[in-house]
């Protein structure tokens, strides 16, 4: 029989904390755009009562909220007034991520996160905020068991094999820092700022610092602002890559058994657990700043949702990794993928299409501006070229390949991405032509795949390769079985 | 390129979706009279309001006279033991290929105006996308809808 059992205290403490910063902004404002100068005690009842309500919330959540096992499933109830129970065959569980904050690691517990097949993102997973660690293994264990004897796949199940096997691949020091530095998480750290700044915005007087800035920049300071912004973007992108260096270190893939295993970060210590069976596609994604030094990145597809923190079904496999090691690297991980595909190229007449297609919406606000701005403004008019010219990498990138069960798709030029889907993982192929596309005898393909949402696509393939690629899903029965 | 076959669904879409389309004009219609109010208190010069009572009338004519019967006729469906066919578009056409052993369930809708005309819509769910053939006959879209979840279960089997 199952034992109901409760998270660790420090589960109060993470939770209250996280519901806190929730509330925190909002009161702040109501404190101080409500007192409106002159303040009393009285304005302080209001944001005390949510306060108090807050942590009472908090620790009654954690007194409802029990969780247990038996061999079969994992059974969680929680909710203060409304119950809600729920009970998860591990047969449907798909991955499992451990993560160790800073509060969890002073309590010498750790959070998992539990992924399950579903449609609804949210709605199917499961966090156990603070778990010990030889808990977590045992459940880990369990879970594998079970899903060992539903499917006899390891009959030979001895416990030499689940010490750790040597990592298929690491990220050095120098590697780590080359893929904070190389990647595009500063325009996230930058939107993220101006989401604060906007929240704050009853707070700060932005009339009068327009004003400000406007008398500024009448009085030849032109210049001031711009170095102000500069440095305001060199300050993000440096934080920006403090993060990813954070995020990234000390990372290393394993494969136990039939499960891929991803651990990482500092401060932050991560492990997601991916079983093969669960992994959809295989992506790559080179952005053109890091085919410069001749990397590029790997993810897989999953799923489940965000067990990484990133876009739910993602998750990165190789952050950074030199092109030529790819193909090893993921046929030791998952050998069904075959990477070493020659791609068919796009035919001539779709050039032209690629090229034009940047212009007609970049025509119309560049002509403005330079008329606007003239005559400096007459310099803008190279960006036409240049998008033009951007038009005919996109059209050299852009590819298709197939094989008797897989379909490879390749799109893009600033951040190309290859993505190979297997036959039997292809949820359903689109074909589609528009009117200018029909009379050239083009169309695009677009193929998805698991999570919702999930799908590559490449515009302007042959009209006869296109139709090819839909047949060959069209005609799955006939050479699978 | 893929050839247009299939079957043709019901020609009472025309008549539901010109009922929708008059919806949606009288309410751009509501829009249009706003900023043409909010335009009028600023003396703006005539021919801004012709321009936008014309894009209004254009608008009323492609969802209401020209779109409606483009598309009931360029709707194909097509559903057999293994696969499910569905096409579409009127400016761009698109064919949707879904191999039955991905159907994960199957929902028949009706709002107010299919109902009214005896019409029902049939929405295919996998695991990663939702896919519709709308305005069939009533009787139809149930048989529809039983068939797919009978085949999409023996399919289920097999692959196994």
Sequence with gaps: MMTKRRLHPVAMVTGVGRELKNVLLPLLVVVVAGSGGDFSWRDLVVPLLVLAYTIVAGILSWVRFTYGWDDQTLQVEEGVFVRKKRTIPFERIQGISITEGIWQRLAGVVKVHIETAGNVPGEAEVTLAAVSREEVRRLQRDIEQAKEQAEESNPWNDQEKRLLSPPLFTLSVKEVWLAAVTSGGAFGVVAAVWAFLSQLGDLIPYEALFRNVQATWNGHGRWYIGIIGLVALLAAYGVAIVQNMIRFASFAVRKQEDTIVITRGWLERKTVSVPIGRVQGVMIHESWLRRLFGYATVSLIHAGGALDGGPPGDVVLCPLVKKERVSSIVHACLPEYDLDVTFHPLPERAKIRYMLRPLYWLMVPVLLAAYIERPWGAGLLLVLPLAAWIGVRRYRAAGWALSSRQLTLRSGWFRQTTTYMLKRRLQSIEVSATWWQKRKRLATISAAVMPLGTSARVVDVDGQDAAAVYRWLQAERKDET | ?160
């Design chain 2, 1 to 160: 390129m893929l050839r247009n076959s299939g079957k043709p669904i019901s020609e009472k879409a025309i008549t539901v979706w010109r009922l929708t389309g008059v919806l949606v004009t009288l309410a751009s219609g509501g829009v249009v009279g706003g900023i043409a109010w909010f335009l009028s208190r600023f003396h703006v010069p005539k021919w801004w309001l012709v321009v936008l009572v014309g894009i209004w009338v254009v608008e009323a004519i492609l969802w209401v006279g020209w779109l409606p019967p483009l598309r009931q006729k360029r709707w194909r469906y097509d559903i057999r033991e293994e696969e499910i066919e569905i096409q579409h578009g009127v400016w761009s056409t698109t064919w949707t290929l879904v191999p039955m052993n991905r159907v994960q369930h199957v929902d028949v809708r009706q709002g107010p105006f299919l109902k009214r005309y005896g019409l029902a819509s049939v929405v295919i769910f996998t695991a990663a996308t939702v896919h519709e053939i709308p305005a069939l006959s009533e009787p139809e879209a149930e048989k529809l809808c039983r068939l797919i979840a009978e085949w999409a279960k023996v399919a289920d089997r097999n692959d196994d």
